[in-house]
T-cell receptor, first 116, second 115 residues
């Protein structure tokens, strides 16, 4: 079974600075997706960024980028120019691309605090 | 309404009550999901429906009963719950195309407290 580990329960960053959230996963499969979701306090969980395992290029979405290391099974999220609105719980998630694999496996989450 | 909506947003119920959670998606998706989010635990997948058919029941106790009357609506019927069932219940939906699933989009959740 696949597992996702987020080893940082909490992180803090100063506004306008850069922070990196860590995620590692365990799988025997070669074709899968990885995701970062953001859940602000009392608000909806939204997709931040998605990476296909077959793509070597790291995904980017504006200030958000990932460092995908397939051999190391590592998938970290970098947030540049942090803003107060980035404060949230961030979840790393894995999903197999196999036909029956429609289950998202989540990590425990990392709380990100942004200081002004 | 756009996206994925859930009602009620908050629910307090006694252990002998019967209640239902409702989820509606306005995204044209054909797969819907129930997740349980407890404090300090990863999100747990409970049920999956593809094209209104239940394709996954992740060993969920029978006091939780899902219903998917069509591809836009998903219910979670609750009866004789336990205090440990108190959690945030999240609904999600996605598009299932050609044997692959697109990204899941989440609703705001129902915060459930069982007394």
């Amino acid at each position: 079974a696949q597992t996702v580990t987020q080893s940082q329960p909490e992180m803090s960053v100063q506004e306008a600075e850069t922070v990196t959230l860590s995620c590692t996963y365990d799988t025997s499969e070669s074709d899968y997706y990885l995701f970062w979701y953001k859940q602000p306090p009392s608000r909806q969980m939204i997709l931040v960024i998605r990476q296909e395992a077959y793509k070597q290029q790291n995904a980017t979405e504006n200030r958000f980028s990932v460092n995908f290391q397939k051999a190391a099974k590592s998938f970290s999220l970098k947030i540049s120019d942090s803003q107060l609105g980035d404060a949230a719980m961030y979840f790393c998630a894995y999903r197999s691309r196999m036909e029956y694999g429609n289950k998202l496996v989540f990590g425990a989450g990392t709380i990100l605090r942004v200081k002004s | 309404e756009t996206g994925v909506t859930q009602t009620p947003r908050h629910l307090v119920m006694g252990m002998t009550n019967k209640k239902s959670l409702k989820c509606e998606q306005h995204l044209g998706h054909n797969a819907m999901y129930w997740y349980k989010q407890s404090a300090k635990k990863p999100l747990e997948l409970m049920f999956v429906y593809n094209f209104k058919e239940q394709t996954e029941n992740n060993s969920v106790p029978s006091r939780f009963s899902p219903e998917c009357p069509n591809s836009s609506h998903l219910f979670l019927h609750l009866h004789t719950l336990q205090p440990e069932d108190s959690a945030l219940y999240l609904c999600a939906s996605s598009l299932w195309v050609a044997g692959d699933q697109e990204t899941q989009y989440f609703g705001p959740g129902t915060r459930l407290l069982v007394l």
